[in-house]
């Protein structure tokens, strides 16, 4: 019966076991998978016996190489949730090992699965390393490990307490933080066995090794509390959602799912300033940025930024996207620095292979090669950099591709002045699309209507593909409305049935059912002042009835 009983409770643990492993892996699988991959590329981890030898200058050298050993196939699909479901399983199995030998046997697997639920929020939080968990279930592994050797060998209580105090210290040596969980283990075995002296002795002992912590601080280069808590960043954490749905964009651009991009802002009823940057830029690269740029309340380009002291981190981590996707080299370089620098550690492997793409585009042989020789020492990017190394003209295609984006102008500035660096490289190369939407849409956004005129006639005039979108000509309505230009003007620069609604509009200003048009979004500001408004100037042959632009409007549509 008993027997039977035995066989019931341990069945029930592997239900219960099994069904929360399940539950994790498909919560971070498929509710908060981006993280990881956030977690993943802000890191680097190379396979050299000197970049290995920079662990020893920390404390938890083996958790933190642990780690970011694992923490590199985040990059792989399924891999994070697979990863941290099995370590917190493990985590969990060598606790209840632990409490049973500090005589909680009773206690030991709920006490084991709070430990895994504690840690498996805590891992919510997306500065949280793998490194960390690693600390922790090093500490208690470490307990483990002594119970069992000193259950097998009685051992003098003066050495017992010598060894304890000997093994504290390599575990925070080896595992940081993780000496807190040792500690407390082997404070709890000597309290549940009735050894109160033992338990006093050992307070007393580990107070003593805290109090001698700081005198490492020199050595290690870190403060007092970074000391005690290394390598744990963060805390007990609920999921991140907002931060999640940013990560999101910034993954799904990064390994080209534009359409997922587009899919997601649509869904979106919340749209943040990240969402609206990576929708614009797909849009940009597609020929769309001109149909949607009104379509979102307060739209960011990205082109009004100013990096400082003040600009979140995403922004920064970013930025390089925006530059990249225009063509220009020099801040596209500077941004990922920048990056780079912002990273923890000043370690982002992502920035890495930016920083090498960003040299092989210039055609600067050195430097690029400098960069994928770094790649080539990891084991997610090593293959990309060995591509690149033997000239596989597949994998230079793109590369080869961006070059004629270049800007061939001067690239030394002193402001990282947007519309500067558009005009140049509009200059460099007139059929930089991408550029020259970017440049009139920031004008637009701007409402900066003689600066657009410029830039329209300087740029986009020569080019019907851009030429004839319908946001540019309802600017230029204004724009020659605002210069009192005659009908054949009008003709020249705008489709008869957009200057019709022109027509309309201005004998409606303000007007929501112009909601959408670029006459309206120019108004908008004005909204409660409109019948304060003069109309916009139209040339008194054309606004009734149309017949002296008739024939212009035809013969431009034609040709």
């Not at 319908?470 to 210069?483: D, H, K, N, T, V």
């Not at 309309?504 to 309206?520: A, H, I, L």
Request: with cysteine; aromatic share 14%; glycine share 6%.
């Amino acid at each position: 019966m008993r027997g039977g009983m035995v066989k019931g409770n341990v069945s029930l643990k592997v239900m219960i076991l099994m069904t929360w492993a399940i539950v994790c892996w498909c919560f971070y699988q498929f509710c908060y998978p981006y993280h990881f991959y956030w977690q993943e590329e802000t890191q680097l981890f190379l396979m050299s016996a000197e970049y290995l030898k920079g662990y020893f200058s920390k404390p938890a050298w083996v958790a933190c190489m642990g780690g970011d050993f694992l923490t590199q196939f985040y990059y792989y699909t399924y891999a994070g949730a697979s990863i941290i479901t099995l370590l917190l399983l493990v985590t969990g199995d060598v606790s209840r090992r632990a409490l049973e030998h500090a005589g909680q046997v009773r206690l030991a697997f709920p006490l084991a699965m709070a430990v895994m639920v504690i840690l498996a929020l805590t891992s919510l939080k997306y500065t949280f390393r793998l490194s960390s968990l690693l600390a922790w279930t090093g500490g208690i592994g470490m307990y483990y490990a002594w119970s069992l050797l000193r259950s097998c060998k009685r051992i003098p209580v003066p050495v017992y307490m010598v060894m304890n105090a000997i093994i504290a210290v390599l575990t925070f040596w080896m595992w940081g933080v993780g000496v807190w969980a040792f500690v407390s283990l082997s404070v709890m075995d000597s309290l549940t066995n009735a050894r109160k002296l033992h338990a006093a002795l050992k307070v007393g002992m580990f107070s003593l090794l805290v109090a001698l912590l700081p005198l490492l601080r020199n050595y290690y280069f870190l403060d007092t509390d970074a000391m005690l808590t290394y390598p744990q960043k963060g805390g007990f954490c609920l999921p991140e959602w907002s931060l999640e749905k940013s990560l999101a964009y910034q993954t799904e651009y990064r390994i080209g799912n534009y359409q997922r991009v587009i899919n997601m802002f649509n869904a979106d009823d919340d749209k943040s300033e990240l969402a609206k940057y990576f929708h614009n830029l797909v849009a940009a690269q597609r020929g769309t940025l001109a149909d949607i740029l009104l379509n979102t309340p307060g739209n960011n380009l990205g082109t009004f930024y100013h990096i400082g002291p003040k600009t979140p981190k995403l922004t920064i981590q970013n930025m390089h996207e925006l530059y990249w996707a225009i063509g220009d080299m020099a801040f596209a370089e500077r941004a990922a620095i920048m990056a780079k620098t912002f990273s923890p550690d000043n370690r982002n492997v992502r920035m890495i292979k930016r920083l090498a793409e960003i040299n092989i585009v210039r055609n600067d042989t050195a430097a690029a090669m400098k960069y994928l020789r770094i790649l080539d020492k990891t084991l997610v990017y090593g293959s990309f950099a060995r591509k690149i190394l033997n000239g596989d003209k597949h994998a230079m295609q793109p590369y080869v591709e961006k070059r004629k984006m270049q800007n061939t102008t001067s690239d030394i500035r002193y402001s990282d002045n947007a519309h500067q660096i558009l005009v140049e490289l509009m200059r460099s190369n007139g059929k930089n699309i991408v550029a020259l939407d970017y440049l009139l849409c920031s004008d637009l956004l701007l409402k900066d209507i003689a600066t657009f005129r410029k830039d329209y006639d300087n740029f986009a005039a020569g080019n019907p593909q851009v030429a004839r979108r319908r946001l540019y000509q309802e600017a230029m309505c204004i724009s020659l409305a605002a210069a009192k230009e005659e009908p054949d003007v009008f003709g020249k620069y705008v489709d008869y049935d957009v200057f019709t609604k022109f027509v309309e509009y201005n004998n409606k200003r303000g007007d929501r059912s112009f909601k959408g048009t670029y006459w309206y979004f120019f108004d908008r500001e004005n909204a409660a002042k409109l019948e304060t408004l003069s109309f916009f100037h139209l040339p008194s042959s054309s606004i009734f009835p149309f017949q002296s632009l008739t024939s212009s409007f035809l013969g431009f549509t034609s040709g």
